[in-house]
């Protein structure tokens, strides 16, 4: 099967024929918040690539050759002796960053560095309690519970944002800061689907709703960039235990 295309690999394919062009080959799931990370880094820093999206429901048989976790996202560096692969969605930003120093995501201070790291880590219970809401059918008050831990989460980020008086937390342009958030950023209007008025977004967090405003024109982000149609769309699909890959190819 082709690559770079929207549909994605499943059980029985065989293996993703890609040109021998030298670029790096991205293995990723179109509607993965994690791989998503990658994208963005990598079009951000403007280093062209070929992706394999896969069927992570019925993954192909030899995608555990490319990550025996069977997760995505996986990097495969194809100009490095025995064609390796990366896999963990933030080794690869910064492993990106390393070997493409031309446009810099992360911080150069030491110090600055790892406390972007603590915010990106931070992150982590926002995503948790998003992905609860989203996919657990959950009863009203641990929907209520869930929401408030959202918020109050989300409220540090709003806090710091304020505090550092940037139009990104990364400064005066997008960094991995922004880059390694936005993903779920751009997911989180399929709350109005789950919880419907009790999503208040802009009202509870005006200066992060300036902040998406901003990252949402980004030409990395823009790139990759679905709407909250269709992410509401995958979402259902995937709640109803049928998620629906292909959903942008049947779409086209
Ligand atoms: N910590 C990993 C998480 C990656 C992850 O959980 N990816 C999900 C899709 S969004 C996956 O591959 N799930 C398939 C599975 O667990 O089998 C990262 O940052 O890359």
Redesign the pocket.
Same mark, same amino acid.
């Not at 896999?87 to 933030?90: A, D, N, Q, R």
């Given at each position: 099967m082709a690559v770079n295309t929207n549909r994605h690999f499943g059980k029985g394919s065989s293996e993703p024929s890609f040109s021998n062009d030298g670029k790096l080959r991205l293995f990723s799931?179109r509607f993965?918040?994690?791989?998503h990370r990658v994208h963005l880094v990598l079009n951000a820093k403007n280093v062209p690539y070929n992706v394999a999206y896969i069927n992570?429901s019925e993954k192909p048989e030899w995608y555990s050759e490319v990550n025996t976790t069977?997760? @995505?996202?996986a990097l495969q560096l194809v100009n490095e002796p025995n064609q390796p692969f990366l @896999?963990?969605?933030?080794v690869i930003a910064e492993y990106l960053d390393e070997k493409y120093p031309e446009v810099k995501l992360y911080p150069e201070d030491p110090f600055d560095k790892a406390q972007t790291k603590i915010w990106i880590e931070r992150f982590n219970p926002i995503a948790g309690a998003f992905y609860r809401l989203v996919y657990e059918q959950n009863p009203d008050d641990v929907n209520a519970q869930l929401l408030n831990t959202f918020y109050s989460e989300l409220g540090n980020y709003e806090a710091e944002l304020v505090k550092r008086g940037t139009k990104y937390f990364a400064g005066a342009k997008p960094g991995i800061f922004d880059y390694a958030i936005w993903p779920w950023f751009e997911r989180f209007g399929i709350l109005s689907s789950v919880v419907g008025e009790k999503y208040n977004f802009d009202d509870r967090f005006p200066t992060l709703a300036k902040w998406l405003h901003a990252t949402r024109e980004d030409l990395a982000v823009q790139k990759h960039l679905l709407s909250t149609y269709t992410h509401t769309q995958f979402s259902l699909g995937r709640r109803a235990g049928t998620p629906h890959y292909d959903l942008l190819v049947e779409e086209s």
């Open positions: 799931m993965c918040p994690f791989a992570l069977g997760k @995505v996202p @896999v963990e969605s933030m």
